[in-house]
């Protein structure tokens, strides 16, 4: 191979993210100056914060500009090396773009650039012990700080940061109950995943279905979702309720302001929280979380699913999965193999 091939960003997104807001382009591959490493990309990761970095607003990350590639996560093997901490062969994750190969360097972009740990093989680094694991992990524990016998309520719970809170709170002792979209999703929930009741909000009615499967309310809620499904909820919620605000993936796509929960005031009475929070901010704690999700997983108590997508040409539709819940589990797609 001897160009880059890439997806560009082409225009900003009105409505539901779509192949029409990315340009295929081929350029020459770079090359890496002192410090730096040149990386071809294998594995790349879709997330639903990648529909943000694509619009023109502040933000956690400043927007991906119009003409450059589309910002991703990414697992890597290094090409070759300016930097005497890599040598060529190493797997590296970073933050590598819609494109073949990138420089990378280890105080550079969001995720830096970090050799894989022994062991550890790239679905699982940028899965369950990645972005969305890490998510999991110190969104309910450090937000929703669970004790035993309480009640956590999971939206976007098949998916792969609401599939893994809710298993962390069952193994801190909680009752967890999952909302997710449609009867596969729920039925892996249920029989595979080990969550006590599942709602499917596709096909029943989300606020009767709460007060059935949370008779005594709930305590935590894990919010992945925001909307019709955060409103519902706070219908439900016991005295010191916690709401952990991760994510609002209903809104994403719409083309008018979300409008907020019309019974926010309930927090008042109950004396409840809600609280938002982004997992970069955590990147100094990763290895504390990967170490416990790591003997979890080895201890049969932590399940993960990855959804493997392939083909370079396939990378804007893979996005546009996430949106309509296509995907059974971590969105991943691989674009190389290892050499
Ligand atoms: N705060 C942070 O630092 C942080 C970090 C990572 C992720 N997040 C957030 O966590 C959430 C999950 O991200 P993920 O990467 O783990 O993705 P994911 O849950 O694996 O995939 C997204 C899922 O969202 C659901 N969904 C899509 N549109 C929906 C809608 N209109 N209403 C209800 N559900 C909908 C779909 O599941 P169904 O089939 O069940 O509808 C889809 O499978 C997102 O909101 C994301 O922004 C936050």
């Given at each position: 191979m001897n160009t880059n091939r890439q997806w560009l960003l082409a225009k900003r997104p009105d409505g539901m993210v779509s192949r029409d807001n990315f340009e295929y382009t081929e350029t020459p591959i770079p090359e890496a100056k002192s410090g730096e490493v040149l990386?071809?990309?294998?594995?790349?990761?879709?997330?639903?914060?990648?529909r943000g970095w694509m619009v023109d607003r502040e933000s956690y990350l400043p927007p991906v500009a119009i003409g450059a590639p589309m910002r991703a996560g990414s697992i890597g093997q290094v090409v070759t090396s300016e930097h005497a901490d890599f040598e060529a062969g190493d797997l590296v994750q970073t933050t590598g773009g819609w494109q073949d190969f990138v420089i990378a360097a280890p105080e550079q972009g969001p995720m830096g650039l970090t050799k894989?740990?022994?062991?550890?093989?790239?679905?699982?680094?940028l899965s369950v012990l990645g972005i969305t694991g890490l998510t999991a992990y110190f969104g309910l524990?450090?937000?929703?700080?669970?004790?035993?016998?309480?009640?956590?309520?999971?939206?976007?719970?098949?998916?792969?940061?609401?599939?893994?809170?809710?298993?962390?709170?069952?193994?801190k002792g909680c009752r967890?109950?999952?909302?997710?979209?449609?009867p596969e999703k729920c039925q892996w929930l249920k029989q595979e995943v080990g969550f006590d009741e599942v709602?499917?909000?596709?096909?029943?009615?989300?606020?009767?279905?709460?007060?059935?499967?949370?008779?005594?309310?709930?305590?935590?809620?894990?919010d992945n979702v925001g909307g019709d499904i955060l409103e519902a909820a706070l219908n439900?919620?016991?005295?010191?309720?916690?709401?952990?605000?991760?994510?609002?993936?209903?809104?994403?796509?719409?083309?008018e302001p979300v409008p907020g929960p019309a019974n926010l005031m309930n927090l008042i009475?109950?004396?409840?929280?809600?609280?938002?929070?982004?997992?970069?901010?955590?990147?100094?704690?990763?290895?504390?979380?990967?170490?416990?999700?790591?003997?979890?997983?080895?201890?049969?108590?932590?399940?993960?699913?990855?959804?493997?997508?392939?083909?370079f040409d396939q990378i804007p539709d893979t996005l546009q999965r996430l949106f309509t819940g296509q995907n059974l589990g971590k969105q991943l797609l691989k674009i190389a193999e290892p050499f």
């Open positions: 990386v071809r990309n294998l594995y790349l990761s879709f997330d639903p914060t990648q894989l740990p022994v062991g550890v093989t790239p679905e699982m680094m524990l450090d937000l929703g700080n669970p004790k035993p016998g309480e009640t956590v309520l999971v939206s976007g719970a098949a998916g792969a940061t609401g599939s893994v809170a809710g298993q962390i709170a069952k193994i967890v109950v999952g909302i997710a979209g449609g709602i499917d909000y596709k096909n029943e009615n989300v606020d009767v279905r709460i007060a059935e499967t949370c008779p005594n309310k709930f305590d935590i809620f894990f439900h919620m016991n005295m010191k309720a916690r709401i952990v605000m991760c994510g609002g993936i209903s809104g994403y796509n719409a083309t009475t109950l004396r409840a929280r809600m609280e938002g929070f982004i997992v970069l901010d955590y990147m100094p704690r990763a290895g504390e979380a990967i170490v416990e999700l790591l003997g979890w997983i080895s201890e049969g108590q932590l399940k993960y699913q990855i959804d493997l997508q392939e083909g």
